[in-house]
């Protein structure tokens, strides 16, 4: 019999597609089949979501926020396992390994390039998403809680103001990020130059290692606990839980947002705060963000700088504070709004001043877009030209947004080296770069290549050897790793930027506790060589 070029590409393609379903049963009733053998309690069905499942979508697309790693050209994993509790957790991880099956990690989905929950270099894949495992216990009289990895920092937020209308906890202003991935990245927020970061602030962790083991600090090592408290995530174990450390805040404090514009002497004016933001009383947090809004005149946009700020204390306090240290703010007192500590956390995230603070036990984020974002550090003050030159690439743009978070504090306090988040002294301010559009795919390129010109563009105004970045707002065009192999020299340009020196510290944590690599995405710590 002959066949012709037509029949034979048809008989390829089918036999093509029927190894890829058989590949896709065998993985999914394999892996269902070795967790029910493998857990110390029973799995339930539910807690397993195959890629033909009616669900299957909703669960993936549930806590994910960039539109980019949803569309339908992107790898979808093969199975969506949410476990109830860390013996399924276990028997995930020695399964996967006994199998042969690459892993993602998903807490809370907000990883700016998608790899808690997609893998572009390396399939067959499985997401371990934490979300069900999300209990909170708040301890007052030891000012501490444990707290699971799916958990939000907003119900966290919530369940300590449950308790103590006088203490909290400084980490995120997003308050639907995920607490274990979160605070793996360093997890800053209002109160960092009181009281430092999310992982200044832990006392101890429990762990699923490479192994399949449980561990806490004491049985995981001062090493491995260094390594996962600002290390990044899905590198050297999954966060169960943390044991997080309250702090003490005011019964009343003060929240404002005063906005000034380029006609209003904006330039000048952000300008002269970053001459002073890292300076002010560490009970104070002012951070700036930037957009392109309407201007008076029809069809001509202008730049809108905004101060939205945390001052933990009263609001005549405050006041004789910006007068004396910043008066160019011309800071009022009807610009003041005082509240407690969680009304607060509600303001600077943004919500309306209407919501209750039961709004932070909606765990998931409706908030979606397609977006691009990059981060720096600024050690010296940027010169008003140069910012004239930024607003000029702002205009140009749909919907650009800068925010620049000040340092100083406790902050400059704290050593580079005491976790692997190394931005410390030296630092007057962080930023963060974003564009966001809402046209789907087909305008992508153009906006990535819009916030790469820019990111250009502020080279020379920003850290360098290396131009810092900031491992929680992830860029993938700082570098990634190949399957299953990464280079240390390759790994290091963009793990320089993230950790510094840090960088060669966390490579040896990695080598001795994941010699083979088990967790690993684009751009995880690498051992040292890979070992089968």
Same mark, same amino acid.
């Given at each position: 019999? *002959?066949?012709?070029?037509?029949? +034979?590409? %048809?008989?390829?393609? $089918? #036999?093509? /597609? ?6 896709? &049963? ?88 998608? *790899?808690?929950?997609?893998?572009? +270099?390396? %399939?067959?894949?499985? $997401? #371990?998403? /934490? ?6 216990? &708040? ?394």
């Amino acid at each position: 019999m *002959v066949f012709s070029i037509k029949h +034979i590409f %048809s008989l390829v393609s $089918v #036999l093509f /597609l029927s190894a890829s379903l058989t590949t896709s &049963v065998s993985v999914q009733e394999n892996f269902a089949k070795c967790l029910s053998v493998n857990s110390k309690l029973s799995i339930p069905i539910s807690t397993i979501y195959t890629n033909n499942s009616s669900s299957f979508t909703s669960i993936l697309q549930s806590s994910a926020r960039n539109l980019r790693y949803l569309l339908p050209s992107v790898p979808k994993p093969e199975i969506i396992f949410t476990p109830l509790t860390e013996f399924h957790v276990q028997a995930a991880v020695i399964c996967a390994r006994k199998l042969g099956i690459h892993v993602r990690l998903r807490s809370g989905g907000h990883d700016y390039e998608g *790899v808690s929950y997609v893998s572009e +270099i390396e %399939s067959p894949f499985i $997401v #371990l998403d /934490l979300a069900r495992l999300r209990s909170i216990g &708040v301890d007052i009289r030891s000012s501490s809680a444990w707290v699971q990895a799916g958990a939000t920092i907003g119900e966290v937020y919530y369940r300590i103001a449950e308790k103590s209308k006088v203490h909290g906890f400084p980490a995120g202003i997003c308050t639907t990020l995920g607490i274990g991935g979160h605070i793996t990245g360093g997890a800053y927020g209002s109160m960092m130059r009181k009281f430092g970061l999310g992982v200044d602030n832990i006392i101890d962790a429990r762990i699923v290692d490479a192994n399949g083991r449980i561990l806490d600090r004491k049985a995981m090592g001062e090493d491995l606990f260094w390594a996962i408290r600002g290390g990044g995530g899905g590198s050297f174990g999954i966060i169960l839980s943390w044991k997080i450390k309250l702090v003490r805040v005011p019964a009343t404090v003060t929240v404002f947002t005063v906005t000034r514009t380029l006609e209003q002497g904006g330039t000048k004016l952000l300008y002269r705060w970053q001459q002073v933001a890292d300076k002010l009383d560490e009970n104070l947090f002012i951070r700036v963000m930037i957009q392109p809004i309407n201007g008076s005149r029809i069809g001509k946009r202008t730049i809108a700088t905004s101060y939205n700020a945390l001052f933990l204390g009263s609001a005549n306090r405050l006041l004789q504070l910006t007068k004396k240290s910043f008066p160019e703010l011309n800071l009022t007192r009807k610009d003041c709004i005082e509240t407690s500590w969680i009304k607060s956390v509600l303001y600077i995230a943004g919500f309306p001043s209407n919501t209750t603070p039961e709004v932070l036990l909606q765990a998931k984020s409706s908030n979606k877009a397609y977006f691009k974002a990059k981060s720096d550090f600024v050690q010296k003050p940027i010169p008003e030209t140069a910012l004239e030159g930024l607003w000029k690439k702002f205009l140009q743009e749909d919907n650009p947004l800068t925010i620049w978070n000040p340092y100083g504090g406790m902050m400059s306090k704290i050593s580079e080296y005491a976790t692997p988040f190394p931005h410390r002294k030296g630092t007057l301010f962080k930023i963060q770069y974003l564009t966001i559009w809402f046209d789907g795919d087909k305008k992508s390129q153009k906006h990535i290549n819009w916030i790469r010109k820019m990111y250009k563009y502020m080279g020379p105004y920003v850290s360098s050897s290396p131009r810092a970045a900031y491992v929680n707002y992830r860029d993938l065009d700082l570098g990634m790793n190949k399957k299953n192999h990464a280079s240390i020299n390759k790994a290091k340009i963009w793990g320089a930027k993230y950790f510094k020196d840090n960088f060669n510290r966390l490579v040896n944590v990695k080598t001795k506790v994941d010699p083979s690599n088990f967790f690993r995405h684009e751009q995880s710590i690498p051992p040292l060589s890979v070992k089968s």
